[in-house]
Nanobody, 126 residues
Framework: QVRLVELGGGLVQAGDSLKLSCVASGPSATFHNYGMGWFRQAPGKEREFVATINWSGGSTAYEDSVKGRFSISRDNAKNTLYLQMNSLKPDDTAIYHC?????????????????WGQGIQVTVSP
């Protein structure tokens, strides 16, 4: 079992930046093998894809509305996934979840992920 814990959320103003972290742990965790992703769920809406990264960090993909503003990265030595969020907008307000999958490739589909963090709140005020 792999445990994922998100860190770094909070309340910011529109135009500000915020960096989320997701730390992986567990007796069988081999973080460097996993494809990882970030998803978010706004109030009253379904959970949606934000960004994904492959096992090495060499391949990434983003949801259209965050392209050019958000950047996903990872540090396999620290078992940590990151999401750098710049030029934040009120529409980015949501609970952000990190997710991991046994296969090392990228994926935008929630069904492809095996482990999920509990999520962390990001609120962007106008």
């Amino acid at each position: 079992q792999v445990r994922l814990v998100e860190l770094g959320g909070g309340l910011v103003q529109a135009g500000d930046s915020l960096k989320l972290s997701c730390v992986a742990s567990g007796p069988s965790a081999t973080f460097h093998n996993y494809g990882m992703g970030w998803f978010r769920q706004a109030p009253g809406k379904e959970r949606e894809f934000v960004a994904t990264i492959n096992w090495s960090g060499g391949s990434t993909a983003y949801e259209d509305s965050v392209k050019g503003r958000f950047s996903i990265s990872r540090d396999n030595a620290k078992n940590t996934l990151y999401l750098q969020m710049n030029s934040l907008k009120p529409d980015d307000t949501a609970i952000y979840h990190c997710a991991g999958r046994r296969w090392g490739g990228t994926s935008a589909a929630m069904i492809d992920y095996d482990w999920w963090g509990q999520g962390i709140q990001v609120t962007v005020s106008p």
